[in-house]
């Protein structure tokens, strides 16, 4: 079911068009291959098995609530696609469209990603409420109105058309993106790690979509910040990149990421996720290419003007020997990063580092009370602690 629960419930779906009764269809095929695998042992397609059974609860569901002859047709119609359903290889793989329909620009960032972790990733409602703090009612109501959206506004279940597909993979790219940042943020504390289920996303994509440069980048971007999960903290304390033990980074991870950079900048179509993960391998050179990072960073605006990657700009200039030009653009970013940590710590440590001490201080107290982690709060107290005062 890990495997293939996202490739069963895009064939469900394909055949349904109703996102709840395919989830509620496939849960209980699975709660009857329990006792029935148990009795007579695996089916010779488990698949195969899981599909039609899953389409016969489903016309149960449809029947026990026809009362309407408009549900007739749709009856019959299922009937058939339930003979039709036979070994897994004559299960179409719609897993593409249903991870372009769960990110679809019609529905608010959290949904996409909400979603995506629901059908394609097969988290409970409860863990994907945890990973982003919220209470699992309210997460339950968010997934029920973004399945509502999806059949109130017609969205399609397809693949964009050609001229569509490079803004809308961008969308998916970024949903799989914030899904590891959710992870890399509240570490695998969960029921599972959000870091791997991004990446198990990401190689989804680079399956169903071969030779797409960016796709290639967005996973190589993953490997490469992944590799070096083991030496983020040391004694319940976040470690900074430069002072991190490079002897507990995984280097067959490592080294499949930057074969896959190298990949995907051979394709000569660069995007901002090859762009990030070239910025990452830089990072992971000793010592890091602050002037490569810098240029990347000035490219990286250019596709994505944000105030977080200006911020990050300004720290590759303030490592790459500009201190006055950091500070310079970190004073333009006050207002629109006012309650973002990363901001306030990296203007404390270049303020300390210019010998502005009490501003430092002061940036550094704000950066504390931001904290999403007692790791990273323990990070920043020790880096304060440093400041005469």
């Known amino acids: 079911?890990?495997?293939?629960?996202?490739?069963?419930?895009?064939?469900?779906?394909?055949?349904?068009?109703?996102?709840?009764?395919?989830?509620?269809a496939l849960q209980e095929a699975a709660i009857s291959a329990l006792s029935h695998w148990g009795r007579a042992g695996l089916p010779a397609s488990p698949q195969g098995w899981l599909l039609k059974v899953a389409l016969r609860k489903a016309i149960d569901r449809l029947r026990g609530g026809a009362r309407e002859s408009r549900k007739a047709a749709e009856l019959a119609h299922l009937v058939g696609e339930e003979a039709?359903?036979?070994?897994?290889?004559?299960?179409?793989?719609q897993r593409l469209r249903l991870i372009f329909t769960c990110c679809h620009p019609a529905l608010d960032p959290k949904s996409r990603v909400a979603l995506t972790l629901r059908t394609l990733g097969g988290l409970a409602t409860g863990e994907i409420a945890r990973a982003f703090l919220d209470a699992e009612p309210t997460m339950g109501q968010?997934?029920?109105?973004?399945?509502?959206?999806?059949s109130a506004a017609g969205i399609p279940f397809k693949v964009p058309d050609p001229?569509?597909?490079?803004?809308?993979?961008?969308?998916?790219?970024?949903?799989?993106?914030?899904?590891?940042?959710?992870?890399?943020?509240?570490?695998?504390s969960l029921d599972r790690d959000l870091c791997v289920e991004a990446i198990f996303l990401a190689r989804m994509l680079a399956l169903l979509q071969p030779g797409e440069a960016e796709v290639e980048g967005?996973?190589?971007?993953?490997?490469?910040t992944h590799a070096r999960r083991d030496a983020r903290?040391?004694?319940?304390?976040?470690?900074?990149?430069?002072?991190?033990?490079?002897?507990?980074?995984d280097k067959a991870m490592l080294a499949e990421g930057?074969?896959?950079?190298?990949?995907?900048?051979?394709?000569?179509?660069?995007?901002?996720?090859?762009?990030?993960?070239?910025?990452?391998?830089?990072?992971?050179?000793?010592?890091?290419d602050w002037p490569q990072i810098v240029a990347l960073y000035a490219g990286l605006t250019r596709h994505e003007p944000t105030p977080v990657v200006r911020l990050n700009h300004a720290v590759a200039l303030a490592e790459a020997g500009n201190p006055p030009a950091a500070l310079a653009i970190f004073s333009a970013l006050e207002a629109e990063?006012?309650?973002y940590q990363p901001y306030h710590a990296a203007r404390a440590e270049y303020l300390s580092r210019s010998g502005q001490t009490t501003a430092a201080l002061d940036a550094y107290d704000r950066a504390i009370a931001l904290a999403a982690s007692e790791s990273d709060k323990a990070f920043l107290i020790r880096r304060r602690n440093r400041i005469p005062s």
């Open 142 to 150: 968010r997934l029920s109105r973004a399945k509502a959206k999806i």
């Open 163 to 188: 001229e569509d597909l490079p803004d809308r993979l961008n969308s998916v790219l970024t949903v799989v993106y914030l899904i590891f940042n959710a992870g890399y943020t509240v570490g695998p």
């Open 337 to 339: 990063l006012a309650d």
């Open 1 to 24: 079911m890990r495997n293939d629960r996202g490739r069963l419930i895009a064939a469900l779906i394909s055949r349904l068009r109703d996102f709840q009764l395919a989830e509620e």
């Open 258 to 288: 930057l074969g896959l950079l190298d990949t995907a900048m051979a394709r000569r179509a660069p995007g901002p996720f090859q762009i990030k993960a070239a910025i990452a391998a830089c990072q992971s050179q000793s010592p890091p």
């Open 218 to 224: 967005c996973l190589a971007l993953l490997l490469i």
């Open 84 to 93: 039709d359903a036979g070994e897994p290889e004559m299960i179409p793989d």
């Open 233 to 249: 903290l040391r004694n319940d304390e976040t470690v900074a990149l430069t002072d991190q033990d490079r002897t507990l980074w």
